[in-house]
């Protein structure tokens, strides 16, 4: 007896939803289509704004404006239309609820969404004391002799330069001179190096700087 109960429950249940759902199609029937078109421009309405999304949330349609920043979408009246795009703020129109027209053109200006973060300390390690606990256990191969105005003395940064690869302006240098070197080999003799007055200028520059001594 209580399953038959059940059972009539659930028809007149399926019964009044089917009754709503016929009732609300009618009521959509009743609603004008209108065309709505315009163009999106954005916030100094000197650039269009393409790819802007544009749709009617409840009915699960819309469209996107194209490169021009042109849309057209057809909607009924009283819809609610978004107009919606990442990193600017989205907008709503309302279709008026009776329309003597059935077409609506609309220029749409849409605002800059500006979102201001907090600030950000970033830091190589996590906390205060590993990086003075790593600081500390640096091991330089040299001491970094200061000079008498707080600088690094030359034979400082000469060591360290040496021990540093070659930039980007350097290989292209050696790169350079590789291939006029080839060059030369190719279609004529290489330069006589010992009658050069701007080679031996160098060289005895090299000389008075002591780049030729012998390091320990």
Known sequence: M?????HIALLLVGFFFFLSTQESSAQEKERKVIQLSGIILNADSTDAVPGVNVYVP???RGTSSGRYGYFSLPVLEGDSVIFSFIGMQRQTYKVPAVMNEDKISLIVTMQTDEIALAEIEVMPFPTEE???RQLLAMNYDAPMAMDARGSLSPETLLRYAEGMQASGNENWR??????VMQIQDRYGPRPFTLV?????SRFIQSIKRGDLKKRD
């Not at 209580?2 to 059940?6: E, I, R, V």
């Not at 050069?196 to 031996?200: G, N, R, V, Y």
């Open 2 to 6: 209580k399953s038959k109960f059940t």
């Open 58 to 60: 409840k009915k699960g």
């Open 130 to 132: 590993e990086f003075k």
């Open 174 to 179: 050696n790169f350079q001179q590789g291939q």
């Open 196 to 200: 050069d007055p701007f080679a031996w």
